[in-house]
């Protein structure tokens, strides 16, 4: 990474990861890190959260963790209150945390549909609203994980077409209301990427994968590596004129066809 961005260009740098135990979040936690950040790892399950720590701790980085459920406001406010007082205002506040599981409206329950549009767009409003006093001022940088949903209908899809348009709204409104204050909002739309539990519910098959990469123009899936590169790039100094935007990094996905027929 020396190649492509400086050594420890976020040094002193606090961020706060929502959805970061795991996958995506995971990942874009362990850059920062890299980068001399200090991260607060945000998830459900203590135990993945602790594992995920202990890999940023192995590599020479500082870690905490905060086991809570996005869709309690109360936790998240505790959460951000207690980074600010231990480690000062936050920085980066990436929100991460996401739901999803392949159903057709007509065999999906209103729990389940709403289920996702809490733990997406609930949790995404949460975060930011709960943060915002805690954030630096100017200077932080907000970063929501959307998706392709959110601009091209797929089948089986349609609580998560729902939520991710909402985060993309939500963080363009953020853009305009929190940019005299300096504080940038902008979004994240990964394409298939590999070793992601999202994927591994949408395409769980050789035949899936195959037909998923088929409608990639590049003609194959990302990695978490290349969507880790866009969010440090995008906390970094070089994006401080960037904000209300949504940056695709997915092979060119979104510029196919909506999948009308995927499961």
């Given at each position: 990474?020396?190649?492509i ?73 505790a ?17 991460g ?8 409206v ?41 998706a392709?949903?959110?601009?091209v ?17 939500l ?9 005299p ?13 590999d ?60 510029l ?8």
């Open positions: 990474m020396a190649g961005f400086r050594d420890h260009i976020l040094k002193d740098k606090i961020a706060f990861v929502t959805g970061g135990g795991s996958g995506i979040g995971q990942r874009m936690a362990e850059r920062f890190a890299e980068h001399g950040a200090k991260v607060v790892l945000v998830g459900r399950k203590q135990d993945k959260l602790d594992a995920a720590a202990s890999a940023i701790h192995a590599a020479g980085g500082f870690a905490a963790t905060a086991a809570l459920d996005v869709r309690d406001y109360t936790a998240v406010e959460a951000v209150k207690k980074t600010r007082e231990d480690l000062g205002e936050i920085d980066i506040l990436l929100c945390a996401a739901g999803n599981f392949p159903a057709p007509a065999g999906m329950s209103a729990n389940g549909f709403k289920a996702v549009i809490d733990i997406d767009l609930l949790g995404t409003f949460n975060t930011c609203r709960a943060a915002y006093e805690w954030l630096r001022k100017p200077g932080a940088s907000v970063i929501s994980i959307s392709n949903q959110a601009n209908a797929i089948a089986h899809q349609a609580h998560v077409c729902a939520a991710k348009a909402g985060i993309e709204l963080m363009k409104t953020l853009a305009i209301e929190w940019g204050q300096g504080i940038r909002a902008n979004c994240i739309t990964p394409g298939p990427t070793d992601t539990e999202g994927m591994r519910r949408l395409a769980p098959t050789p035949e899936a994968r195959a037909a998923a990469e088929k409608n990639v123009p590049l003609g194959r899936y990302g990695t978490k590596d290349e969507l880790a590169d866009l969010a440090l790039f995008l906390c970094s100094p070089a994006a401080s004129y960037m904000t209300g935007a949504v940056y695709h990094c997915d092979g060119g996905t979104s196919t066809s909506s999948w009308t027929s995927r499961f």
